[in-house]
T-cell receptor
Framework: GQNIDQPTEMTATEGAIVQINCTYQ??????LFWYQQHAGEAPTFLSY??LDGLEEKGRFSSFLSRSKGYSYLLLKELQMKDSASYLC??????????WGAGTKLIIKP | DAGITQSPRYKITETGRQVTLMCHQT?????MFWYRQDLGHGLRLIYY???????DKGEVPDGYVVSRSKTENFPLTLESATRSQTSVYFC???????????FGNGTRLTVT
């Protein structure tokens, strides 16, 4: 079956760096997405990786290793507003999105 | 303003009632999706549509019906609501099959 694994919850301190991991097993691969979802709100797109390597976008970076079925989202200089759930989703060979259950990130002052 | 809007934002209905959740997008995106989100689960796809008059079942389609007579609208109907359909429902759209999804603000549905 197809599966996405990510930690349920993580805690970090304001100003620090946190890495949220995502491992996947899917039928084929057509890209990996990261979304941010604040409590009570809709998910919003953060990043897309289809080739191996690191994509940087301001304080957020996303890394992909297709051979290992692994990605991470790196958040630097954490701010209180980064408290949210982070959703990893992989697009399989049929262009269907497989979603992880999300990682709830708690930022402490 | 361009965007994707869902209505209503909140809905309480009784078991056995029919209820329709609306979704409207102004980007002329080809692809539209309906998801439900429950605690402990990732987003689960109910139905999707690649174009007007083309719809397909997702992971959890039972008890739901969709239609897409116009590109911009993609209503979701619960024909006879059950308590297990209490959830937050998100509509989303994308321009191509592998472009990022744009989500509506969601409808929180409670079935009593």
């Amino acid at each position: 079956g197809q599966n996405i694994d990510q930690p349920t919850e993580m805690t970090a301190t304001e100003g620090a760096i946190v890495q949220i991991n995502c491992t996947y097993q899917t039928s084929g691969f057509n890209g990996l997405f990261w979304y941010q979802q604040h409590a009570g709100e809709a998910p919003t797109f953060l990043s897309y990786n289809v080739l191996d390597g690191l994509e940087e976008k301001g304080r957020f970076s996303s890394f992909l290793s297709r051979s290992k079925g692994y990605s991470y989202l790196l958040l630097k200089e954490l701010q209180m507003k980064d408290s949210a759930s982070y959703l990893c989703a992989v697009m399989d060979s049929n262009y269907q999105l497989i979603w992880g259950a999300g990682t709830k990130l708690i930022i402490k002052p | 303003d361009a965007g994707i809007t869902q209505s209503p934002r909140y809905k309480i209905t009784e078991t056995g009632r029919q209820v329709t959740l609306m979704c409207h997008q102004t980007w002329s995106h080809s692809y539209m999706f309906w998801y439900r989100q429950d605690l402990g689960h990732g987003l689960r796809l109910i139905y999707y549509s690649a174009a007007a008059d083309i719809t397909d079942k997702g992971e959890v389609p039972d008890g739901y019906v969709v239609s897409r007579s116009k590109t911009e609208n993609f209503p979701l109907t619960l024909e006879s609501a059950t308590r297990s359909q209490t959830s937050v429902y998100f509509c989303a759209s994308s321009g191509t099959e592998n472009s990022p999804l744009h989500f509506g603000n969601g409808t929180r549905l409670t079935v009593t």
